[in-house]
């Protein structure tokens, strides 16, 4: 069920949220969890027992990991930890990337004449997502940063909640702890300021993301012998700013449904093509997922407190972890290994800094935006081969134009809008959460009638007629 659909806007939330409101306080994580179960079963079929099971191991775990147990075994609570990461961590690798491990070991076997069997299974929905959801659990109950839950319905709620589970944001068990007990409030007042911001969402998915996909769609499908400067530079282009809507728009709806329901949701982008610099754009881009990483890989590894070469090192685990984390393909893994040896070399030459002087900056944004263009090549093409033809092709100037099929799917209004489009991202830098969340600011106000009246108008036409799509980051 995609937050797009008509099912999902015009009956589930309507339903769900009258439940809240109307139910007693204490009812509502148990309507919360069960309508998450229902909406995760909808799309994921029989592997919700693959989440139901992880669920049920996580939350007996972290009863046994809070500090005030075993106190005299911290050992046999260390051991403890470790086997849970590990079987979580072994569910993932299992589910998501078995089929293409077992593929690069039939390559190699036909190398020498023999074969191995390749196994296939169906990547069950979110389950990245809620892999880390439960480590963050049970690691912050370990370090006794936040109790155990001992109701399972409430633990059901962090790890199943529907607006986060099946592409976040990543919700760290800490920041969200304090939500969970049943006597939180939630008013009408909740549902009035998550509203916009939902609506935001909505419309830059369906209106932005979803216009720009046709014209993706058919650059990235042109032929390696048929590929030319210009229609590879307009496959990343325009990549770059469908992702960008299409996910932002999708954490935009999930915090304002989180808002709906009474629970405040991590921000997960800040206008991340302002970045002046790499590092800079991996504090804006997917930032709970940078959160997660450097607070349960990084700073564990030692971070940057053990001199340079360690914190190299440390930097490319951490790449290499999320290049794969986002699939099982070798172009997710080369994309990572890239963005961390951009890193690397900003923190090398002390880079890492912002400039000094608006021209250094608008230099450098440009650059920094450049570079993540052509990263996102790798993240978007379908092997290693198209994405090398694609870049090499983007470095080749030539003066062929763009093929008949990408000339067809660009049409004027997808011009329009990737024009629009441009324009947002290169608006100055600076997050639009709390200017959506004001109610004492005038430009809020405008932009609230705007989103709701002529925005959110033509999305609901657009859901209406069915031209919307699932949402990329659905597939991680």
């Not at 849970?84 to 004449?113: H, S």
């Not at 307009?234 to 915090?255: H, K, N, R, V």
């Amino acid at each position: 069920m995609s937050f797009a659909s008509p099912l999902f806007l015009w009956i589930f939330t309507p339903l769900v949220l009258a439940l809240v409101l109307a139910c007693p306080r204490s009812w509502r994580n148990g309507i919360v969890a069960v309508a998450s179960l229902t909406f995760y079963a909808v799309g994921a079929g029989a592997t919700t027992i693959l989440l139901l099971v992880t669920m049920v191991v996580n939350f007996f775990a972290g009863q046994a990991l809070e500090p005030d147990d075993w106190a005299l075994a911290a050992r046999r609570k260390r051991a403890l930890l470790i086997a849970v990461i590990v079987f979580d961590v072994a569910t993932l690798v299992v589910w998501k990337y078995a089929g293409f491990l077992t593929m690069q070991l039939d390559g190699f076997a036909r190398l020498f004449g023999g074969e191995f069997p390749v196994v296939h299974l169906l990547l069950p929905i979110g389950i990245s997502f809620y892999t880390f959801h439960n480590i963050s659990y049970v690691v912050d109950i370990y370090r006794g940063e936040r109790r155990a839950l001992r109701q399972p319905v409430a633990y059901a709620t962090y790890i199943s909640m529907f607006p986060q589970l099946i592409a976040g944001p990543i919700v760290r068990y800490r920041e969200i702890a304090d939500q969970l007990p049943q006597e939180r409030t939630h008013r009408l007042d909740d549902i009035a300021a998550g509203f916009p911001r939902f609506a935001l969402g909505l419309c830059k998915k369906v209106i932005i993301a979803d216009s720009l996909s046709p014209v993706v769609d058919a650059c990235f499908a042109t032929p390696n012998d048929e590929m030319t400067f210009a229609t590879a530079w307009l496959g990343a282009l325009t990549y770059t700013l469908q992702l960008y809507f299409d996910f932002s728009g999708y954490s935009d709806m999930a915090i304002g449904l989180g808002r709906m329901l009474g629970f405040r949701l991590p921000e997960n982008f800040a206008r991340p093509y302002s970045s002046v610099t790499v590092t800079e754009f991996w504090r804006r881009w997917h930032m709970s997922l940078s959160r997660w990483f450097r607070d349960y890989v990084y700073i564990p590894l030692g971070g940057n407190r053990q001199g340079s070469a360690k914190t190299y090192r440390n930097l490319s685990i951490v790449f290499v972890l999320t290049g794969f984390w986002h699939g099982a393909n070798w172009t997710y893994l080369v994309w990572g290994i890239y963005h961390g040896a951009l890193l690397i070399i900003e923190r090398g030459f002390h880079w890492e800094k912002t400039p000094p002087t608006a021209g250094r900056m608008i230099a450098r944004r440009a650059l920094t935006f450049l570079l993540v263009v052509i990263g996102w090549v790798f993240f978007r093409s379908t092997d290693m081969s198209q994405a090398l033809t694609m870049i090499g092709h983007m470095l080749l100037p030539d003066f062929t134009g763009v093929t008949d099929v990408v000339g067809e799917a660009f049409t004027n209004q997808r011009t329009l809008i990737l024009l629009v489009a441009l324009a947002i991202v290169f608006l100055p830098a600076h997050p639009s959460g709390p200017l959506l969340e004001s109610s004492r600011s005038r430009p809020a106000a405008a932009l609230r009638i705007t989103v709701m009246t002529v925005g959110l108008f033509y999305a609901a036409i657009l859901v209406a007629t069915g031209t919307f799509s699932p949402f990329l980051y659905y597939q991680f």
